[in-house]
């Protein structure tokens, strides 16, 4: 589904990414784990493409992406939710569901679907996004980019801000859409419970590369949880 | 009874005069962040458009859509020379657009000469309560409204504007979400230099068209797009207009025209000095301070009667 061979990428003259090499199976949910300043959030931002790789190749469901515009990617099915959330904070929560529809090749889901998913966005769909807590933009971001049928969803730090429940629900959800509908998931993440309740596989970054790949289980092991996150 | 009407009749001209002059401009540098200091002479080319339409023998509707065509069509070009390349560098705008705005004023008056013919004016006057009033400058009161109003309605009910809406806060987001962000780009200046063509065609009905055509309404464009602020530029454009029209006319029967103008200027600084970020913010601040000022009104006589 995704193939990053050889990348190099990062902001101007400060490489991030080195050589950076990894392929996430079409059905996975692959969670890419690291401490702060690894380069996590370089990564999905290379992904998706709003950092341009200087060398290297990006594959995205077996077409060569690397010199495409995110738009170009995000038409092609990827969904994108940034740590932070990129909401636009003036516009209503309807209007931000609204802009997720030129996600992904298929004919969007209707805002219903959305409005199922996490009731409250429906009870406040005419609320301005910016007004809302953190966990329900949060809930806005991971659905807009779902109305979009996107075949890979790339999730940057979902749990960062987010009162636990709503973490759940998220671990949920990834698991539930995971199961039945097939939808890959690169999960970019530091909460060891969010990772072990739906990842099947974690990656780990270490200066730009991945350096090791091993089952989530073996986050439950302090020492291996202190090696591979901020905590 | 006269003397209202009179007045309510130069408020809505001046209004109409703001608002025309501006359009172009608040969704070019409201919306878009930049600088154009060519915004007159889209203007310009829209007059002039139109009068060469008119003397090709197009009836005047086509023409004027022939010089709203034309400040079109070279603001596209523009745009994908040379204002693409300083999206997000504001004086870098300022000076690339001033130089543009100096070729195409100077390069119409080598090509096509000093003035152009002038475009017939086909409004008369209508006599209400024995005052006669022009019906072109009440047609520009209607289509100040009307543009408004249609421009309110693209940006709130398209998928255009809404894409354009996102493309201006959040770029990089919009354009992660598979928003054309380039085109989005290239069609709004295009339709901040359509509005201005637009607008300096109907201004041409009754004024002298020439290259330096557009220099009359340039400053006062910046300073009602300055005083409407960007963070929602139709309602900022409404509220501006209104209220520096009001200002100017309230001078201008007072004083004089003169005056009016530097009424209207110190008003805008005024506005600006308390708000920097526009008349909306401003309207904002003075709600919040009344409702404060009645809740501890409020909260006084509640203490008075409790002790009586």
Redesign the interface.
């Given at each position: 589904m995704l193939t990053l061979t050889s990348v190099y990428a990062g902001y101007d003259s400060t490489p991030v990414l080195h050589d950076l090499t990894f392929e996430v199976r079409r059905g996975e949910i692959a969670a890419f784990i690291g401490r702060n300043g690894v380069g996590k959030t370089t990564l999905a931002r290379t992904v998706?493409?709003?950092i341009k790789p200087t060398q290297g190749s990006i594959l995205f469901a077996d077409e060569d992406v690397t010199g495409q515009?995110?738009?170009s990617r995000?038409?092609k099915g990827v969904g994108?939710v940034?740590q932070g959330r990129?909401i636009?904070?003036?516009?209503t929560v309807e209007?931000n569901l609204?802009?997720?529809r030129?996600?992904?090749p298929l004919a969007p889901r209707p805002l219903e679907y959305a409005y199922d998913m996490f009731p409250i966005l429906g009870e406040r769909r005419s609320q301005i996004a910016g007004t809302m807590s953190g966990g329900q933009q949060q809930q806005l971001a991971i659905a807009?980019a779902l109305i979009?049928q996107p075949d890979l969803l790339l999730l940057d730090e979902p749990s960062d801000g987010i009162q636990p429940n709503i973490v759940e629900q998220i671990g949920e959800l990834c698991t539930k859409l995971n199961r039945d509908e097939g939808l890959t998931i690169c999960l970019i993440e530091q909460n060891v419970d969010l990772i072990t309740s739906c990842a099947h596989r974690c990656l780990l970054l270490e200066k730009g590369q991945i350096t090791q790949r091993f089952s989530p289980d073996k986050l439950q092991d302090p020492e291996v949880a202190r090696m591979a996150l901020a905590i | 009874m006269g003397d209202i009407i009179s007045f309510a009749y130069q408020y809505a001209d001046s209004f109409a005069l703001l608002a025309l002059s501006s359009i172009g401009l608040v969704i070019i540098f409201g919306m878009m962040g930049v600088i154009n200091m060519a915004h007159g002479e889209f203007m310009m080319i829209g007059a002039f458009g139109a009068s060469f339409g008119f003397q090709w023998g197009l009836p005047l509707s086509l023409a004027i859509v022939t010089g709203v065509f034309a400040a079109t069509a070279i603001g596209l070009l523009l745009e994908r020379l040379v204002i693409r390349k300083l999206y997000g560098r504001l004086l870098y705008s300022l000076v690339a657009t001033w130089g543009i705005s100096l070729v195409l004023s100077q390069g119409a008056l080598v090509l096509i000469g000093p003035s152009v013919p002038s475009l017939p004016n086909p409004f008369g006057t209508v006599s209400v309560g024995g005052m006669n009033f022009s019906v072109y400058r009440l047609f520009l009161v209607a289509l100040a409204i009307a543009l408004i109003v249609t421009l309110w309605a693209l940006m709130r009910f398209t998928n255009f504007g809404l894409h354009a809406r996102a493309t201006m806060t959040e770029p990089d987001m919009a354009e992660a979400l598979g928003v054309r962000t380039t085109r989005i780009y290239m069609v709004t200046f295009g339709l901040g230099a359509a509005l201005a063509g637009f607008a300096g065609a109907i201004f041409g009905l009754s004024a002298q068209i020439q290259p330096t055509f557009g220099a009359a309404y340039t400053p006062i464009a910046f300073i009602v797009v300055v005083v409407a602020g960007s963070r929602n530029i139709i309602a900022g454009l409404l509220a501006s207009a209104l209220v520096l029209a009001l200002v100017k006319t309230s001078f201008t029967v007072g004083f004089n025209i003169l005056t009016g103008y530097v009424a209207m200027l110190v008003t805008a600084l005024i506005i600006i000095r308390l708000s920097p970020t526009g008349i909306l913010d401003l309207i904002g601040k003075l709600k919040a301070l009344a409702s404060q000022h009645r809740s501890s009104t409020a909260g006084t006589s509640a203490e008075e009667t409790k002790n009586a």
């Amino acid at each position: 589904m995704l193939t990053l061979t050889s990348v190099y990428a990062g902001y101007d003259s400060t490489p991030v990414l080195h050589d950076l090499t990894f392929e996430v199976r079409r059905g996975e949910i692959a969670a890419f784990i690291g401490r702060n300043g690894v380069g996590k959030t370089t990564l999905a931002r290379t992904v998706i493409g709003l950092i341009k790789p200087t060398q290297g190749s990006i594959l995205f469901a077996d077409e060569d992406v690397t010199g495409q515009p995110a738009r170009s990617r995000a038409r092609k099915g990827v969904g994108y939710v940034p740590q932070g959330r990129g909401i636009f904070g003036d516009l209503t929560v309807e209007d931000n569901l609204k802009l997720g529809r030129t996600i992904g090749p298929l004919a969007p889901r209707p805002l219903e679907y959305a409005y199922d998913m996490f009731p409250i966005l429906g009870e406040r769909r005419s609320q301005i996004a910016g007004t809302m807590s953190g966990g329900q933009q949060q809930q806005l971001a991971i659905a807009r980019a779902l109305i979009g049928q996107p075949d890979l969803l790339l999730l940057d730090e979902p749990s960062d801000g987010i009162q636990p429940n709503i973490v759940e629900q998220i671990g949920e959800l990834c698991t539930k859409l995971n199961r039945d509908e097939g939808l890959t998931i690169c999960l970019i993440e530091q909460n060891v419970d969010l990772i072990t309740s739906c990842a099947h596989r974690c990656l780990l970054l270490e200066k730009g590369q991945i350096t090791q790949r091993f089952s989530p289980d073996k986050l439950q092991d302090p020492e291996v949880a202190r090696m591979a996150l901020a905590i | 009874m006269g003397d209202i009407i009179s007045f309510a009749y130069q408020y809505a001209d001046s209004f109409a005069l703001l608002a025309l002059s501006s359009i172009g401009l608040v969704i070019i540098f409201g919306m878009m962040g930049v600088i154009n200091m060519a915004h007159g002479e889209f203007m310009m080319i829209g007059a002039f458009g139109a009068s060469f339409g008119f003397q090709w023998g197009l009836p005047l509707s086509l023409a004027i859509v022939t010089g709203v065509f034309a400040a079109t069509a070279i603001g596209l070009l523009l745009e994908r020379l040379v204002i693409r390349k300083l999206y997000g560098r504001l004086l870098y705008s300022l000076v690339a657009t001033w130089g543009i705005s100096l070729v195409l004023s100077q390069g119409a008056l080598v090509l096509i000469g000093p003035s152009v013919p002038s475009l017939p004016n086909p409004f008369g006057t209508v006599s209400v309560g024995g005052m006669n009033f022009s019906v072109y400058r009440l047609f520009l009161v209607a289509l100040a409204i009307a543009l408004i109003v249609t421009l309110w309605a693209l940006m709130r009910f398209t998928n255009f504007g809404l894409h354009a809406r996102a493309t201006m806060t959040e770029p990089d987001m919009a354009e992660a979400l598979g928003v054309r962000t380039t085109r989005i780009y290239m069609v709004t200046f295009g339709l901040g230099a359509a509005l201005a063509g637009f607008a300096g065609a109907i201004f041409g009905l009754s004024a002298q068209i020439q290259p330096t055509f557009g220099a009359a309404y340039t400053p006062i464009a910046f300073i009602v797009v300055v005083v409407a602020g960007s963070r929602n530029i139709i309602a900022g454009l409404l509220a501006s207009a209104l209220v520096l029209a009001l200002v100017k006319t309230s001078f201008t029967v007072g004083f004089n025209i003169l005056t009016g103008y530097v009424a209207m200027l110190v008003t805008a600084l005024i506005i600006i000095r308390l708000s920097p970020t526009g008349i909306l913010d401003l309207i904002g601040k003075l709600k919040a301070l009344a409702s404060q000022h009645r809740s501890s009104t409020a909260g006084t006589s509640a203490e008075e009667t409790k002790n009586a």
